[in-house]
C-alpha cells in the first residue's frame, strides 16, 4: 500500500518534470541555462536611467533595434511608455533620459 503510494508520487513528479520541460520546448527535462545577456545600454550619460528604468517589461534591445530616430520620437516613445503602458519612470528623469536616447540610439533633429 504504501510502496503504491510512493510509486504513484514519483510518476507525478515525472509528469511534472516532462510537462515543464514541453512548457520551455526543450525534450529533456535539463537545467534551462538562460542566454547570457548579450544587448545591453550603451554606456553614457543617463544610461543608469535606461538601465534602472526601461527594462521593467522588455529587454534594451527594444531600444537598440530602433533606428537612429530623432528627438522627438524618443520624447513621444518614453511618454508613451509612462502613460500607456505605465512605465514607473520619475518626471524628474524624462529629459535626461530623452537626451541619453537621442543621443545614444537616435539623432539629433
Ligand atoms: C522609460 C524606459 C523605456 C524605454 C526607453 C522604452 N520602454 Fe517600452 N514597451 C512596453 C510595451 C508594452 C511595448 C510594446 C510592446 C509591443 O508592441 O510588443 C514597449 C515598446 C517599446 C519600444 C518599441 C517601440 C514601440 O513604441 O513599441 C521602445 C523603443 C521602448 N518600449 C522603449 C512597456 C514598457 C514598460 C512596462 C510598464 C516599461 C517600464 C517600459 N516599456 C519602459 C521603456
Not at 553614457?44 to 534594451?60: M, Y
Not at 522627438?72 to 508613451?80: G, H, I, L, P, R
Request: with cysteine; charged share 15%; hydrophobic share 45%.
Amino acid at each position: 500500500m504504501f510502496a503504491a503510494m510512493k510509486k504513484l508520487r514519483t510518476g507525478s513528479l515525472i509528469v511534472t518534470g516532462m510537462l515543464f520541460a514541453a512548457l520551455a520546448g526543450v525534450s529533456a527535462p535539463l537545467t534551462l541555462p538562460l542566454p547570457p545577456e548579450t544587448v545591453q545600454f550603451k554606456p553614457g550619460k543617463g544610461a543608469e536611467i535606461a538601465g534602472a528604468q526601461c527594462v521593467l517589461c522588455h529587454s534594451a534591445d527594444y531600444v537598440s533595434i530602433q533606428p537612429a530616430l530623432p528627438r522627438a520620437f524618443w520624447q513621444a516613445n518614453v511618454q508613451k511608455m509612462r502613460e500607456k503602458y505605465g512605465a514607473p519612470l520619475p518626471e524628474p528623469l524624462v529629459a535626461p533620459l530623452v537626451d541619453y536616447l537621442t543621443k545614444t540610439y537616435g539623432k539629433e533633429k
